[in-house]
Protein backbone atom coordinates (compact mmCIF):
# COMPACT_ATOMS: atom_id res chain seq x y z
CA UNK A 1 0.00 0.00 0.00
CA UNK A 2 1.12 3.11 -1.22
CA UNK A 3 1.30 6.13 1.16
CA UNK A 4 1.92 9.86 -0.05
CA UNK A 5 4.78 11.68 2.22
CA UNK A 6 2.26 14.63 2.83
CA UNK A 7 -0.38 12.32 4.61
CA UNK A 8 2.70 10.66 6.72
CA UNK A 9 3.16 14.80 7.98
CA UNK A 10 -0.58 15.75 8.04
CA UNK A 11 -1.49 12.46 10.43
CA UNK A 12 1.72 13.37 12.61
CA UNK A 13 0.71 17.01 12.96
CA UNK A 14 -2.95 16.31 13.92
CA UNK A 15 -1.06 13.59 16.50
CA UNK A 16 0.88 16.27 18.04
CA UNK A 17 -1.74 18.55 18.43
CA UNK A 18 -3.78 16.32 20.02
CA UNK A 19 -0.84 15.22 22.41
CA UNK A 20 -0.56 18.79 22.99
CA UNK A 21 -3.84 19.81 24.21
CA UNK A 22 -4.30 16.31 26.20
CA UNK A 23 -1.35 17.82 27.73
CA UNK A 24 -2.54 21.27 28.23
CA UNK A 25 -5.63 19.87 30.06
CA UNK A 26 -3.69 17.62 32.63
CA UNK A 27 -1.69 21.11 33.57
CA UNK A 28 -4.63 22.73 33.98
CA UNK A 29 -6.43 20.44 35.85
CA UNK A 30 -3.09 20.16 37.90
CA UNK A 31 -2.96 23.92 38.51
CA UNK A 32 -6.47 24.46 39.31
CA UNK A 33 -7.25 21.30 41.02
CA UNK A 34 -10.55 20.71 39.47
CA UNK A 35 -11.09 17.72 37.77
CA UNK A 36 -14.39 20.01 35.90
CA UNK A 37 -13.31 23.19 34.68
CA UNK A 38 -16.80 23.31 32.23
CA UNK A 39 -20.07 21.85 32.43
CA UNK A 40 -19.40 20.07 29.49
CA UNK A 41 -16.17 17.94 31.18
CA UNK A 42 -18.95 15.69 33.08
CA UNK A 43 -22.43 17.39 33.26
CA UNK A 44 -23.29 14.87 35.84
CA UNK A 45 -20.81 15.73 38.37
CA UNK A 46 -20.64 19.10 37.70
CA UNK A 47 -24.93 19.30 38.13
CA UNK A 48 -23.41 17.51 41.50
CA UNK A 49 -21.04 20.41 42.04
CA UNK A 50 -24.13 22.94 41.50
CA UNK A 51 -26.15 21.66 44.01
CA UNK A 52 -23.47 21.62 46.84
CA UNK A 53 -22.48 24.79 46.14
CA UNK A 54 -26.14 26.27 46.06
CA UNK A 55 -26.58 24.46 49.75
CA UNK A 56 -23.16 25.15 51.03
CA UNK A 57 -24.25 29.03 49.92
CA UNK A 58 -27.67 28.88 51.80
CA UNK A 59 -26.10 27.56 55.21
CA UNK A 60 -23.86 30.10 54.91
CA UNK A 61 -26.61 32.81 55.07
CA UNK A 62 -28.22 30.84 57.97
CA UNK A 63 -24.85 30.49 59.74
CA UNK A 64 -24.73 34.66 59.25
CA UNK A 65 -28.49 34.74 60.74
CA UNK A 66 -27.64 32.64 63.61
CA UNK A 67 -24.69 34.48 64.62
CA UNK A 68 -27.15 37.68 64.11
CA UNK A 69 -29.75 35.95 66.58
CA UNK A 70 -27.16 35.05 69.04
CA UNK A 71 -25.89 38.69 69.77
CA UNK A 72 -29.33 39.91 70.15
CA UNK A 73 -30.07 37.02 72.40
CA UNK A 74 -26.65 37.85 74.55
CA UNK A 75 -27.97 41.85 74.76
CA UNK A 76 -31.58 40.76 76.17
CA UNK A 77 -30.11 38.22 78.44
CA UNK A 78 -27.71 40.97 79.65
CA UNK A 79 -31.24 43.75 79.55
CA UNK A 80 -32.83 40.83 81.93
CA UNK A 81 -30.43 40.21 84.32
CA UNK A 82 -29.30 44.14 84.81
CA UNK A 83 -33.16 44.80 85.02
CA UNK A 84 -33.11 41.91 87.61
CA UNK A 85 -30.62 43.02 90.04
CA UNK A 86 -32.54 46.56 89.52
CA UNK A 87 -35.64 45.02 90.69
CA UNK A 88 -33.93 42.72 93.94
CA UNK A 89 -32.82 46.87 94.95
CA UNK A 90 -36.77 47.69 94.92
CA UNK A 91 -37.89 45.03 96.61
CA UNK A 92 -35.30 45.39 99.66
CA UNK A 93 -36.14 49.12 99.75
CA UNK A 94 -40.08 47.80 99.95
CA UNK A 95 -38.95 45.26 102.61
CA UNK A 96 -36.50 48.36 104.44
CA UNK A 97 -40.46 50.73 104.60
CA UNK A 98 -42.57 48.20 106.07
CA UNK A 99 -40.33 49.12 109.48
CA UNK A 100 -42.87 50.21 111.73
CA UNK A 101 -40.65 52.98 113.10
CA UNK A 102 -39.96 54.34 109.94
CA UNK A 103 -41.63 58.32 109.94
CA UNK A 104 -43.53 59.21 106.67
CA UNK A 105 -40.70 61.63 105.27
CA UNK A 106 -38.45 58.10 105.56
CA UNK A 107 -40.66 56.34 103.57
CA UNK A 108 -40.69 59.20 100.92
CA UNK A 109 -37.08 58.77 100.71
CA UNK A 110 -37.58 55.23 99.59
CA UNK A 111 -39.81 56.34 97.57
CA UNK A 112 -37.58 58.46 96.02
CA UNK A 113 -35.40 55.94 95.30
CA UNK A 114 -37.39 53.65 93.59
CA UNK A 115 -38.57 56.28 91.44
CA UNK A 116 -35.19 56.97 90.61
CA UNK A 117 -34.76 53.02 90.25
CA UNK A 118 -37.65 53.13 88.00
CA UNK A 119 -35.92 55.66 85.35
CA UNK A 120 -32.87 53.20 85.32
CA UNK A 121 -35.38 50.29 84.35
CA UNK A 122 -37.05 52.57 81.82
CA UNK A 123 -33.66 53.07 79.88
CA UNK A 124 -33.30 49.07 80.10
CA UNK A 125 -36.37 48.24 78.39
CA UNK A 126 -35.75 50.91 75.78
CA UNK A 127 -32.46 49.34 75.77
CA UNK A 128 -31.08 50.03 71.85
CA UNK A 129 -30.13 46.43 69.67
CA UNK A 130 -27.32 47.98 68.40
CA UNK A 131 -28.89 47.49 64.49
CA UNK A 132 -31.65 50.61 64.60
CA UNK A 133 -33.77 48.64 66.56
CA UNK A 134 -34.40 47.85 70.53
CA UNK A 135 -34.16 44.57 72.40
CA UNK A 136 -37.50 44.88 73.80
CA UNK A 137 -39.32 45.97 70.56
CA UNK A 138 -41.12 42.99 70.26
CA UNK A 139 -42.17 42.59 66.03
CA UNK A 140 -40.61 45.55 65.31
CA UNK A 141 -40.58 49.36 66.23
CA UNK A 142 -39.15 52.41 65.12
CA UNK A 143 -39.25 54.36 68.47
CA UNK A 144 -38.34 53.14 71.50
CA UNK A 145 -41.33 50.42 72.98
CA UNK A 146 -42.36 51.87 76.25
CA UNK A 147 -43.71 55.60 76.59
CA UNK A 148 -43.62 57.12 79.56
CA UNK A 149 -46.60 59.41 79.99
CA UNK A 150 -48.42 61.01 82.79
CA UNK A 151 -50.34 58.43 83.24
CA UNK A 152 -47.91 55.94 83.28
CA UNK A 153 -45.80 53.84 81.23
CA UNK A 154 -47.29 52.41 78.07
CA UNK A 155 -45.79 49.59 75.67
CA UNK A 156 -46.08 50.71 71.67
CA UNK A 157 -44.51 48.26 70.30
CA UNK A 158 -45.60 45.09 68.84
CA UNK A 159 -46.16 41.66 70.94
CA UNK A 160 -44.24 39.18 69.57
CA UNK A 161 -41.05 38.60 68.00
CA UNK A 162 -38.91 38.65 64.89
CA UNK A 163 -37.19 35.80 62.93
CA UNK A 164 -34.78 35.47 60.57
CA UNK A 165 -33.01 32.45 58.81
CA UNK A 166 -33.93 30.39 55.75
CA UNK A 167 -33.46 26.80 56.98
CA UNK A 168 -34.43 27.49 60.80
CA UNK A 169 -36.08 30.24 62.64
CA UNK A 170 -34.00 32.60 64.60
CA UNK A 171 -35.37 35.34 67.14
CA UNK A 172 -33.92 38.71 66.77
CA UNK A 173 -35.92 40.34 69.37
CA UNK A 174 -37.74 39.76 72.83
CA UNK A 175 -41.38 40.09 73.17
CA UNK A 176 -41.06 43.10 75.58
CA UNK A 177 -44.50 42.84 76.61
CA UNK A 178 -44.27 39.38 77.73
CA UNK A 179 -41.26 40.25 79.40
CA UNK A 180 -42.17 43.60 81.25
CA UNK A 181 -45.84 43.15 81.03
CA UNK A 182 -47.81 40.16 81.88
CA UNK A 183 -46.39 38.54 85.11
CA UNK A 184 -48.94 36.50 86.46
CA UNK A 185 -50.49 38.92 89.28
CA UNK A 186 -50.93 37.65 92.93
CA UNK A 187 -49.04 34.19 94.20
CA UNK A 188 -49.38 33.21 90.10
CA UNK A 189 -52.55 30.89 91.08
CA UNK A 190 -54.88 33.87 92.89
CA UNK A 191 -54.64 37.35 94.12
CA UNK A 192 -55.68 38.61 97.28
CA UNK A 193 -56.72 42.16 97.71
CA UNK A 194 -58.26 44.68 101.31
CA UNK A 195 -61.48 45.67 100.13
CA UNK A 196 -62.81 49.40 101.78
CA UNK A 197 -65.26 48.61 104.90
CA UNK A 198 -68.81 47.37 103.64
CA UNK A 199 -70.46 49.88 106.23
CA UNK A 200 -68.07 52.88 106.69
CA UNK A 201 -66.11 52.56 103.40
CA UNK A 202 -62.84 52.93 105.69
CA UNK A 203 -59.61 50.88 104.92
CA UNK A 204 -59.73 47.15 106.67
CA UNK A 205 -58.38 46.75 110.19
CA UNK A 206 -56.55 43.95 109.31
CA UNK A 207 -54.57 42.66 106.18
CA UNK A 208 -54.66 39.51 104.06
CA UNK A 209 -51.74 37.94 103.21
CA UNK A 210 -50.87 37.17 99.05
CA UNK A 211 -51.98 33.22 100.34
CA UNK A 212 -50.63 29.87 99.15
CA UNK A 213 -51.87 26.82 97.22
CA UNK A 214 -52.62 23.61 99.69
CA UNK A 215 -54.00 21.34 97.12
CA UNK A 216 -53.87 22.09 93.40
CA UNK A 217 -56.86 19.55 92.44
CA UNK A 218 -59.22 21.77 94.54
CA UNK A 219 -58.70 25.46 92.74
CA UNK A 220 -61.87 26.21 91.26
CA UNK A 221 -60.39 29.15 89.37
CA UNK A 222 -63.60 31.29 91.00
CA UNK A 223 -63.67 34.38 93.05
CA UNK A 224 -64.52 34.90 96.69
CA UNK A 225 -64.83 37.02 98.95
CA UNK A 226 -64.04 37.41 103.09
CA UNK A 227 -66.39 38.87 104.96
CA UNK A 228 -66.00 39.88 108.82
CA UNK A 229 -68.93 39.82 110.62
CA UNK A 230 -68.72 41.30 114.36
CA UNK A 231 -65.94 42.87 116.37
CA UNK A 232 -63.03 41.40 118.56
CA UNK A 233 -63.91 37.98 120.31
CA UNK A 234 -67.05 37.75 119.07
CA UNK A 235 -66.06 38.10 115.10
CA UNK A 236 -66.48 35.19 112.75
CA UNK A 237 -66.05 35.46 109.02
CA UNK A 238 -67.44 34.08 106.15
CA UNK A 239 -65.96 32.99 102.44
CA UNK A 240 -68.23 33.50 99.64
CA UNK A 241 -67.99 32.36 95.96
CA UNK A 242 -69.14 35.18 94.52
CA UNK A 243 -69.03 33.78 91.33
CA UNK A 244 -71.70 31.27 92.39
CA UNK A 245 -73.04 32.66 95.49
CA UNK A 246 -72.92 29.86 97.47
CA UNK A 247 -70.93 30.02 101.03
CA UNK A 248 -67.75 27.99 101.34
CA UNK A 249 -67.00 28.04 104.95
CA UNK A 250 -67.68 30.58 108.35
CA UNK A 251 -65.98 30.26 111.59
CA UNK A 252 -64.74 32.04 114.21
CA UNK A 253 -61.92 34.91 113.50
CA UNK A 254 -58.66 34.44 114.74
CA UNK A 255 -55.46 36.74 114.03
CA UNK A 256 -52.77 35.16 112.20
CA UNK A 257 -55.00 31.75 111.37
CA UNK A 258 -54.70 30.58 107.92
CA UNK A 259 -58.13 30.05 106.48
CA UNK A 260 -58.70 27.12 104.24
CA UNK A 261 -60.92 25.91 101.21
CA UNK A 262 -61.23 24.68 97.48
CA UNK A 263 -57.67 24.30 97.47
CA UNK A 264 -56.12 27.20 99.28
CA UNK A 265 -55.18 29.19 102.16
CA UNK A 266 -55.15 32.98 103.25
CA UNK A 267 -54.15 34.63 106.43
CA UNK A 268 -55.88 37.76 108.15
CA UNK A 269 -53.93 39.60 110.46
CA UNK A 270 -54.47 42.15 113.13
CA UNK A 271 -57.98 43.83 114.63
CA UNK A 272 -61.63 42.04 113.21
CA UNK A 273 -63.41 44.99 112.16
CA UNK A 274 -67.27 44.28 111.62
CA UNK A 275 -67.83 44.69 107.76
CA UNK A 276 -64.20 44.51 106.75
CA UNK A 277 -63.79 42.28 103.49
CA UNK A 278 -61.31 40.83 101.25
CA UNK A 279 -61.29 39.55 97.61
CA UNK A 280 -59.81 36.20 95.90
CA UNK A 281 -59.62 36.50 92.39
CA UNK A 282 -57.56 34.01 89.66
CA UNK A 283 -54.43 35.57 88.98
CA UNK A 284 -53.91 36.98 85.14
CA UNK A 285 -50.98 37.29 83.45
CA UNK A 286 -51.13 41.32 83.50
CA UNK A 287 -48.81 42.28 85.95
CA UNK A 288 -46.46 45.58 84.97
CA UNK A 289 -43.30 46.17 85.84
CA UNK A 290 -43.82 50.70 85.82
CA UNK A 291 -47.51 50.33 87.16
CA UNK A 292 -46.68 48.21 90.39
CA UNK A 293 -42.98 50.28 90.62
CA UNK A 294 -45.71 53.85 90.02
CA UNK A 295 -47.87 52.38 92.53
CA UNK A 296 -45.41 51.68 94.99
CA UNK A 297 -44.07 55.12 94.94
CA UNK A 298 -47.43 56.74 95.44
CA UNK A 299 -48.44 54.53 98.43
CA UNK A 300 -44.91 55.25 100.02
CA UNK A 301 -45.36 59.00 99.65
CA UNK A 302 -48.92 58.70 100.92
CA UNK A 303 -48.38 60.29 104.45
CA UNK A 304 -50.69 59.43 107.76
CA UNK A 305 -51.28 56.03 106.97
CA UNK A 306 -51.64 53.68 109.50
CA UNK A 307 -49.73 50.55 110.86
CA UNK A 308 -52.41 48.23 108.95
CA UNK A 309 -52.11 50.30 105.89
CA UNK A 310 -48.47 50.26 105.80
CA UNK A 311 -48.64 46.11 105.92
CA UNK A 312 -51.21 45.47 103.68
CA UNK A 313 -49.67 47.58 100.98
CA UNK A 314 -45.88 46.59 101.50
CA UNK A 315 -47.68 43.19 101.35
CA UNK A 316 -49.27 43.42 98.25
CA UNK A 317 -46.34 45.47 96.61
CA UNK A 318 -43.69 42.94 97.61
CA UNK A 319 -45.64 39.92 96.12
CA UNK A 320 -46.00 42.30 93.00
CA UNK A 321 -42.29 42.55 92.84
CA UNK A 322 -41.25 39.41 93.58
CA UNK A 323 -43.86 37.59 90.30
CA UNK A 324 -42.15 40.29 88.18
CA UNK A 325 -38.56 39.16 89.54
CA UNK A 326 -39.86 35.80 88.48
CA UNK A 327 -40.82 36.98 85.48
CA UNK A 328 -38.07 38.04 84.28
CA UNK A 329 -36.05 35.37 85.07
CA UNK A 330 -38.69 32.99 83.38
CA UNK A 331 -38.20 34.75 80.14
CA UNK A 332 -34.30 35.19 80.49
CA UNK A 333 -34.13 31.23 81.34
CA UNK A 334 -35.87 30.95 77.60
CA UNK A 335 -33.26 33.51 76.25
CA UNK A 336 -30.68 31.28 77.93
CA UNK A 337 -32.62 28.08 76.46
CA UNK A 338 -32.61 29.01 72.80
CA UNK A 339 -28.88 30.02 73.09
CA UNK A 340 -28.14 26.74 73.83
CA UNK A 341 -30.42 25.57 71.16
CA UNK A 342 -28.41 27.48 68.39
CA UNK A 343 -25.56 26.38 69.59
CA UNK A 344 -26.86 22.73 68.74
CA UNK A 345 -27.94 24.10 65.32
CA UNK A 346 -24.46 25.62 64.68
CA UNK A 347 -22.99 22.44 65.11
CA UNK A 348 -25.48 20.77 63.15
CA UNK A 349 -25.18 23.40 59.98
CA UNK A 350 -21.22 22.79 60.97
CA UNK A 351 -21.41 19.13 60.01
CA UNK A 352 -24.18 19.95 56.90
CA UNK A 353 -21.74 22.44 55.30
CA UNK A 354 -18.76 20.43 55.76
CA UNK A 355 -20.56 16.96 54.05
CA UNK A 356 -21.60 19.34 51.04
CA UNK A 357 -18.23 20.74 50.53
CA UNK A 358 -16.88 17.14 50.55
CA UNK A 359 -19.86 16.12 48.16
CA UNK A 360 -18.51 19.38 46.00
CA UNK A 361 -14.64 18.53 46.30
CA UNK A 362 -15.60 14.43 45.39
CA UNK A 363 -17.22 15.77 42.23
CA UNK A 364 -14.92 18.09 40.70
CA UNK A 365 -11.91 18.21 42.60
CA UNK A 366 -8.82 16.30 40.80
CA UNK A 367 -7.03 12.99 42.74
CA UNK A 368 -3.90 14.65 42.72
CA UNK A 369 -1.95 11.36 42.45
CA UNK A 370 -3.87 9.72 39.54
CA UNK A 371 -3.99 13.53 37.63
CA UNK A 372 0.12 13.48 38.15
CA UNK A 373 0.53 9.77 36.71
CA UNK A 374 -2.09 10.71 33.71
CA UNK A 375 0.34 14.41 33.49
CA UNK A 376 3.36 12.16 33.03
CA UNK A 377 1.63 9.76 30.66
CA UNK A 378 0.50 12.30 28.70
CA UNK A 379 3.94 14.17 28.54
CA UNK A 380 5.40 11.03 27.50
CA UNK A 381 2.84 10.67 24.91
CA UNK A 382 3.69 14.40 23.65
CA UNK A 383 7.35 13.49 23.72
CA UNK A 384 6.98 10.48 21.25
CA UNK A 385 4.58 12.29 18.86
CA UNK A 386 7.20 14.94 18.38
CA UNK A 387 9.59 12.80 17.97
CA UNK A 388 7.39 11.10 15.16
CA UNK A 389 6.94 14.57 13.94
CA UNK A 390 10.56 14.75 13.58
CA UNK A 391 11.47 11.33 11.80
CA UNK A 392 8.35 12.37 8.98
CA UNK A 393 9.88 15.83 8.40
CA UNK A 394 13.08 13.13 7.03
CA UNK A 395 11.01 11.05 5.39
CA UNK A 396 11.11 11.67 1.34
CA UNK A 397 12.37 10.21 -1.32
CA UNK A 398 14.86 13.15 -2.12
CA UNK A 399 16.34 12.51 1.27
CA UNK A 400 16.26 8.55 0.75
CA UNK A 401 18.39 9.36 -2.84
CA UNK A 402 20.52 11.36 -1.26
CA UNK A 403 21.38 9.19 1.41
Same mark, same amino acid.
Given at each position: ???? =? ?51 ? %???? #? ?38 ? $? ?5 ? +? ?19 ? +? ?28 ? +???? =? ?24 ? /? ?9 ? !? ?38 ? !? ?47 ? /? ?46 ? %?? #? ?14 ? !? ?19 ? !?? *??? $? ?9 ? *? ?10
Amino acid at each position: MRIA =TSNMFDTSISTLQRRQEMLQDSQQRLTSGKRVQLASDDPTAAARAERSLSAIG %RIDA #NQRALEASRNSLVLGESALGDATEIMQQVRESMVAAGNAS $YSDNERR +GLADKIAGLRDQLLAIANRPD +GGGGFLFGGQGSANPPFLDQPGGVSYTGVP +GQIA =TGNLDSFPLTVDGRAAWEQARSGNGS /FVTESLPNLNT !NAPAKSWIDAGRVTNPSLLTDNSYQIQISGTGAGASYTVI !NTTTGGIVATAAFASGKAIEFDGMAVTLSGAAEDGDQFSINPSTASLKV /FDVLDRAVSELRTPLRNNVQIAQSNIGRIRDIEALIGNMQSTRSQLGE %RM #NNLDGTESRMADQKLY !NQSEQSAAEDVDMVQSISDFQ !NQ *QSG $YDAALKTYALV *QRMSLFQYINS
